[in-house]
């Protein structure tokens, strides 16, 4: 029988990462669909706002790829045990992704001299600024990002890592121990350590 999912997405693991590692963490099978770029044309105008992760299941389509996190994280219990404790976590995963944006400002910049005017503002100021703050909060949790505990925002944060090292050209959590701690804690993971050693090779 065919997955009840399928989780659409370019051939890279950005944002569809987070649900790849949740889908897997659960054990929950899945047809994890890569198009390549030259079929994007195509396939775009099939997609409910244009663009994707998108998740296909039970004949609908669903986009935005934190809400369907959240969605797998309630299925494998990785959410908070109260509304406190979900605001927490919501909070963590709107932060990362608060980073993310801000790097991809300076990333996507397809105008190179534009681009080289924002590398030291994000390199010196926004990076630090964002890094000693998640690892500070990564020392008071005992490596996790929220609750004090594994939750999906650790899986967020440390699935959308390679993404963010590759748009900045670093390894943004080698001199953060905490925010290593985190990394470490997911990636060892069975069911994860098994996903990374096997899933397609892609850099971003
Ligand atoms: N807020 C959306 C953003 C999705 C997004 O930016 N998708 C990009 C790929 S990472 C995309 O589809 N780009 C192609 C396009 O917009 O034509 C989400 O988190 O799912």
Redesign the pocket.
């Known amino acids: 029988m065919a997955p009840v999912y399928k989780l659409t997405y370019?051939p890279v693991k950005?944002?569809a990462e987070p649900t790849r590692f949740l889908l897997k963490y659960g054990g929950l099978e899945f047809e994890d669909e890569r198009f390549e770029r030259e079929q994007?044309p195509q396939i775009?105008p099939t997609m409910p706002f244009?663009?994707?992760?998108v998740l296909s299941a039970k004949g609908k389509q669903y986009?935005?790829?934190?809400a369907m996190a959240r969605f797998f994280a309630k299925q494998v219990k990785l959410v908070g045990s109260d509304e406190w404790e979900d605001l927490e976590i919501d909070s963590m995963v709107d932060t990362v992704n608060d980073l993310r944006q801000k790097i991809a400002v300076y990333s996507y910049e397809q105008d190179a001299a534009i681009k080289e005017s924002r590398k030291g503002p994000l390199m010196n100021e926004t990076l630090p600024y964002y890094l000693e703050r998640l690892d500070k909060i990564a020392k008071e949790n005992n490596g996790h990002l929220a609750c004090g505990k594994l939750t999906w925002a650790d899986f967020y944060f440390v699935a959308l890592l390679d993404y963010l090292n590759y748009m900045t050209e670093s390894d943004l959590t080698a001199k953060y121990e905490n925010l290593e701690a985190v990394k470490n804690n997911v990636l060892s993971i069975p069911a994860i350590k098994e996903w990374v050693e096997t899933r397609p090779k892609s850099d971003l």
Do not use: E, Y
């Open positions: 370019f950005a944002l994007w775009k244009g663009q994707v992760p986009h935005q790829s934190i």
